[in-house]
Structures are given as C-alpha cells and as structure tokens.
C-alpha cells in the first residue's frame, strides 16, 4: 500500500509527486497518456516563473517528471475505472490492476470543449483539431481558423503563424478574454485576421475539411468558407476552453453543477485522507503556477494526514 497515489500527470500531480518524494512518502503516480495533461498542447510557455524561453508545455512537464521522479515518485500508464476512497485504505482501479494507498490526491484536470456541430467529431483529425503544437504543422502555407477568444486561442493562434500563411480567430463576441499583453501580440501580427461576433454552425468535407459555415451570433446570418482550390482543405483550430475530467467522483466527492470539485483552501475535500488538485477543483485562475501550488498544498497536507493516522 503507498503512502499517496496521485491520479493525473499534469503540473498539478507533478508537483504533488515532488513534494511527495521529497518528503519520503511511498508515492505512485498514474497516467493514461503522456505527462503534461493539458500544458503538453501548448507551444509557448510564458507565464510560469523561470520557465525557459525554449520551453514548451510539454518540455517543461517532461522537467518536472524528472524532478519527481529523482525523489522517488513511481510512475504508471494506466486508466483509472474506478474509485474506492472511503476508509482507511482507498483503492484505485485501473485497466490494468487496482492500486491502494492511505491517501489518494486527484489531479485529473481537464479535456478540450468541443464545439458540438454537425461535422466537427467525424472530422477531427482530417482538419479539425485541439491542439496546435500536435498538428499545426500538417498546415504549412494553408489557412487555419482558430476558433475560441481566450489565451488559450491567441496564443495558439500566433504559434500558427508559424506555419500556416494566414489565421483567422474566430469569437463568438467582438472582445477577445485573453490577457492584454498576448492580445496585443496577436494584433501586432499581420498573419492574424479575425471574425468578430460568429460561431462555426457546421464543418463540412468528405473525408477532410473543405468547407466552415460561420453564423453572426447578432444579425444570425452564415456565411460559408471553402478551401482555396488550390489548397484544398484547410485547418480548424479549436480552443473553447475545457471540461472538468470528474465524471469518475460523481455521486463520492462534492462538486459543483459544472463537475469541478470543491476543496478548501488546503485542496481538502469531503472524504478523509483526498485531496483534489489543479484544473478540475473549484478556483479562479486555471494555470500551470497555480496547478503546481495546489500540488505542493495537497502533499504536505497528504503527509500531515499521514502522521496523525
Ligand atoms: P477560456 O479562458 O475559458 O476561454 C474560452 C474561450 O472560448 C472564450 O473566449 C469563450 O468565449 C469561448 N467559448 C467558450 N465556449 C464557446 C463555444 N461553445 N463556442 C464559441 N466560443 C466559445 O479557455 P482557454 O483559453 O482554453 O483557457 C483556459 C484556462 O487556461 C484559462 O484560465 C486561461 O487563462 C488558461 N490559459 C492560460 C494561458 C497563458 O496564460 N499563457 C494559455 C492558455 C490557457 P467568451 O469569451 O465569450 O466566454
């Protein structure tokens, strides 16, 4: 039985493990995919103290896995089915075999939003995608829309200049949500275009993106983009924000209507000895600086848990 299991490797669990480690609790970490969660999709990391210019969301995570792992963190790809995480000995239930530990600290965070229009699912990965930094490059002198007004959306937006020779960004309102200093990049960059108040209403193509039909969310006209001729096809770059991974703490941890659990200020939740972190808890500034504060927070508490049981 170890001391801590840590379900979810992005910074917040990253860091959990590390202060984990660090305080010699048996700790084992469990991931379905790579490491990162949500950072991995982002190219430009510019707002995590002493991150390097180089860094991308993933090399800086890649980093903090081997921080972690120095101090001993185990790390395993496997996916969590199912939780028992009253009593004593909380059990976590993978695909592959089911893992105990006195304390279970939750770092699941988030996935994608997705649009929900005709066309977007069958169409995902044949132009449509989530991830700019995954497939920007498969768009090389073509266009691309990047649908979304967050930080999230600029910036991906400029990281696809890069390849792509014209993008436009694409808001539902005529006032982008990302911080002044990358709105002001964006707009200093002459590859970058963008479509005020409209939603993508459909995407269209057989077997890869051929056409977008745009809908002004204040007169309800649409208009239809087709692929240059030339071209083709172009990109659909989709960064609406994203979901609370929580669906498996329905009904056993308290959350709120949207499903991002509620903690204390010492990532607490309503069950002894379970600690939720990172994107999926109930908090107001979603960043790799904050994950990793929730993360170090969780396993001091998970230590002082320990001690006293
Ligand atoms: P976000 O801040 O929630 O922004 C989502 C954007 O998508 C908003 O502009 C929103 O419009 C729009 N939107 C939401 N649902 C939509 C729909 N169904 N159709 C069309 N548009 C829709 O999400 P995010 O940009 O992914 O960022 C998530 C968190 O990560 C934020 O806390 C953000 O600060 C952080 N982040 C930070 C950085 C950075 O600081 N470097 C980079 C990336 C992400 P409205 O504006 O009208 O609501």
Redesign the pocket.
């Known amino acids: 039985m170890y001391d801590t299991i840590i379900i979810g490797a992005g910074p917040a669990g990253l860091a959990a493990a590390l202060y984990a480690g660090r305080s010699r609790l048996s700790t084992l970490i469990i991931e379905k995919g790579a490491v990162g969660g949500?950072?991995a999709l982002?190219s430009?990391?510019?707002?995590?103290p002493g991150a390097l210019h180089e860094d991308t969301g993933s090399s800086l995570c890649e980093r903090m896995a081997e921080q972690a792992k120095g101090f001993g963190a185990q790390f395993v790809t496997d996916t969590v089915v199912d939780l028992e995480l009253e009593g004593s000995e909380k059990k976590v239930v993978c695909q592959d075999q089911t893992y105990s530990a006195k304390t279970v600290i939750i770092a699941t965070g988030?996935s994608?939003?997705?649009?929900?229009c005709s066309g977007e699912a069958e169409l995902t990965g044949k132009g449509v995608s989530y991830c700019a930094t995954c497939d920007g490059f498969f768009f090389a002198d073509l266009e691309v829309f990047a649908?979304?007004?967050?930080?999230?959306?600029?910036?991906?937006a400029m990281y696809l200049t890069k390849f792509a020779r014209k993008v436009t960004i694409?808001?539902?309102?005529d006032?982008?949500?990302?911080?002044a200093s990358?709105v002001e990049r964006a707009k200093a960059n002459e590859k970058i275009h963008f479509l005020w108040d409209s939603?993508?209403e459909e995407i269209k193509g057989n077997d890869i993106v051929e056409s977008i039909v745009f809908k002004n969310v204040k007169t309800g006209e649409l208009t239809t983009h087709t692929a240059d001729e030339e071209d083709g096809t172009f990109g659909v770059f989709v960064?609406?924000?994203?979901d609370p991974v929580s669906a498996l703490l329905r009904g056993k941890i308290t959350m709120d209507a949207v499903g991002y659990v509620i903690t204390d200020d010492n990532m607490h939740t309503n069950i002894e000895g379970v600690f939720v972190v990172g994107?999926v808890r109930q908090k107001s500034?979603?960043?790799?600086v904050t994950a990793t504060s929730d993360g170090a927070i969780a396993a001091m508490q998970a230590e002082k848990y320990l001690h006293e049981h």
């Open positions: 949500q950072i982002t430009d990391i510019e707002n995590y988030g994608p939003k997705k649009i929900g649908i979304g007004g967050g930080d999230a959306a600029v910036e991906e694409v808001h539902r309102r006032q982008l949500r990302a911080a990358i939603v993508v960064f609406i924000g994203f994107d500034l979603r960043q790799v």
